[in-house]
Nanobody, 117 residues
Framework: QVQLVESGGGLVQAGGSLRLSCAASGSIVSINAMGWYRQAPGKQRELVAQITGGSTNYADSVKGRFTISRDNAKNTVYLQMNSLKPEDTAVYYC????????????WGQGTQVTVSS
C-alpha cells in the first residue's frame, strides 16, 4: 500500500508565502509524475503544478509565484508558494503516479491553504 502525507498548509496574509510538502511511502518501485492540485469551495479540482523528471508545468494563474520541486531520494514533492493571493485559498492535494506491482495514481488527504486579504 502507498500513502501520501501532505503538510505545510495554514493561514497567511496576502503577499505571504507557504511551503507545502508531500511525502510518499510504502511499497514503491518508482514514481513518475508528482503534482499539486487544488479545490476551492464550489469549484472543480484543478492542476496547480506538476513535475516529471526535470520537466515542470504550471497553471497560468500561479506562474512566476509558485515553484514545484522534488527530492527523489525521499519520494517527496514540494510546492513553494510566494506572493499568495486570496484567490489561492483552497484545499491543496498531492498526486503521485506510483509504480508498485501495478501502476496507478495516489492522492494525499489534502491540506488547507487560506489567504486573507
Amino acid at each position: 500500500q502507498v500513502q501520501l502525507v501532505e503538510s505545510g498548509g495554514g493561514l497567511v496574509q496576502a503577499g505571504g508565502s507557504l511551503r507545502l510538502s508531500c511525502a510518499a511511502s510504502g511499497s514503491i518501485v518508482s514514481i513518475n509524475a508528482m503534482g499539486w492540485y487544488r479545490q476551492a469551495p464550489g469549484k472543480q479540482r484543478e492542476l496547480v503544478a506538476q513535475i516529471t523528471g526535470g520537466s515542470t508545468n504550471y497553471a497560468d494563474s500561479v506562474k512566476g509565484r509558485f515553484t514545484i520541486s522534488r527530492d527523489n531520494a525521499k519520494n517527496t514533492v514540494y510546492l513553494q508558494m510566494n506572493s499568495l493571493k486570496p484567490e489561492d485559498t483552497a484545499v491543496y492535494y498531492c498526486k503521485a503516479e506510483v509504480v508498485t506491482t501495478l501502476y496507478r495514481n495516489y492522492w494525499g488527504q489534502g491540506t488547507q491553504v487560506t489567504v486573507s486579504s
